[in-house]
């Protein structure tokens, strides 16, 4: 019998993606997701890539009790990976204690939920966003967290916080949390992408869409940075290259290969690129310009950062594959398919 993961946020961005390697990799896939920021025609998505449609349960996991309930029905979950959280920095800022709710009281609910019902592995979505600008580059696990620029990065320091407590109190339990660098790219089918609601934060949605003439051009956060073009710099990764790790993951906690029952691992490639190279890049690997001004820095944006993965290299035995023309082809084709199908611009 395939082993079942719970993914919760599983119709979102990096929890689509993830589903999808989890299904190739022969495991079953149970969903968990509001909806409250991605669209139920994702599981068709993933289902033309996979030929299965991943169960599919939609509610909120601040509902506790509906998530018990959730736990009795579905009795036989191997594993959970929580994707499930809001995720705009900026947002995060206005509205300070909706991010602090969802975010936090979703993640004690879940704890709560594993602990009663004999569920004793999960994967947890981090962020590089807890290191600020790192000391050293480039960064490693070791690296001090520093005080979060933002909610929501403080949600994710106080995750990891409550995460490491809870399971030193509680030696069944085990996680592995992820921080990831800065996701970027679409399935190589085009079929399942990234559809931030309204005017994008991130940088590469914000190309593609330019590029599609949905925007009249990007704003280009400072060019007076101290790095080679002025722009700032951060580790672009694969989405698939990531969502492959989360595999990796649950692989390592279900073969019992952890070393402790509490694990942090940083998923990027290593390398890191400019704004400028971004747009560059994109434009010579799509042949389509992209228009584009300078202005000021974004307030709260670090200068420069990039992984040191050589713990998930030796640990997960994963790697980044994907070149950033890969992806960034990749999140074009997407861009593509979504507004013909989808969304028009
Ligand atoms: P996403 O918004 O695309 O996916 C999150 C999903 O969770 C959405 O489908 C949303 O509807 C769902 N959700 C949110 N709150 C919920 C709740 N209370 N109950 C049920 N479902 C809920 O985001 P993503 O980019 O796929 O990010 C996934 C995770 O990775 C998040 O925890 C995010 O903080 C983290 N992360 C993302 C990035 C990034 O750049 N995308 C970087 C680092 C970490
Ligand atoms: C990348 C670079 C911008 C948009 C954020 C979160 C972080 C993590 C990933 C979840 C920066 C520049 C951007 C634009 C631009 N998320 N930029 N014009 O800021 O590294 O990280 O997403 O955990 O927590 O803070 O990613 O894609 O927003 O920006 O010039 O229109 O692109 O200034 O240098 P960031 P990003």
Redesign the pocket.
């Known amino acids: 019998m395939k082993k079942k993961i719970l993914v ?2 599983g ?5 689509s993606h993830t589903t999808v390697e989890l299904i190739n990799s022969g495991y079953e896939v149970i969903i ?7 669209e139920l025609s994702v599981l068709d998505g993933i289902e033309k890539i996979t030929g299965i449609k991943p169960g599919f349960v939609k ?4 509902d506790r009790e509906r998530l018990m309930q959730f736990f009795e029905d579905e009795k036989n979950i191997t594993a959970i990976i929580h ?5 705009s920095v900026g947002e995060s800022v206005q509205k300070p204690l909706k991010y602090y709710r ?1 975010n936090l009281v ?1 993640l004690i609910n879940l704890i709560e939920g594993m602990q009663q019902h004999n569920v004793t592995r999960m994967v947890f ?5 807890v290191y600020g600008q790192p000391d050293t580059l480039p960064v490693s696990e070791n690296a001090p967290v520093k005080p979060a620029a933002s909610p929501y990065g403080n949600t ?1 320091q106080i995750s990891e916080e409550m995460l490491q407590d809870v399971l030193s109190s509680d030696e069944i339990l085990h996680c592995i949390s992820l921080r ?1 660098f ?2 970027i790219g679409a399935h190589p089918t085009g079929w399942i992408g ?1 559809h931030p609601m309204g005017k994008p934060e ?1 940088l590469v949605p914000y190309v593609t869409q330019t590029a599609i003439g949905l925007r009249s051009h990007l704003r280009v956060f400072g060019i007076d940075y101290h790095t080679p073009d002025g722009s700032a710099i951060r580790d672009y990764l694969h989405v698939v290259d990531l969502a492959k790790a989360h595999v990796a993951a649950i692989n390592r906690m279900l073969e019992g290969k952890q070393k402790d029952n509490y694990e942090v691992f940083n998923l990027g490639t290593g390398k890191g690129y400019s704004v400028l190279e971004i747009i560059h890049t994109f434009e010579e690997a799509t042949g389509v310009k992209v228009k584009y001004v300078i202005t000021d820095r974004r307030p709260g944006d670090v200068e420069k950062v990039w992984a040191d993965t050589t713990k998930a290299n030796r640990e997960l035995g994963w790697y980044a594959k994907s070149s950033l023309a890969e992806a960034l082809v990749s999140a074009w084709k997407w861009e593509q398919y979504y507004r013909k199908n989808y969304r028009k611009p």
């Open positions: 919760t946020g119709t979102g961005y990096i929890g968990v997701d509001d909806l409250s920021n991605s509610f909120d996991l601040c994707f499930a959280a809001s995720k969802n979703s979505s981090s962020s590089c966003t994710k990831y800065n996701p990234e991130n």
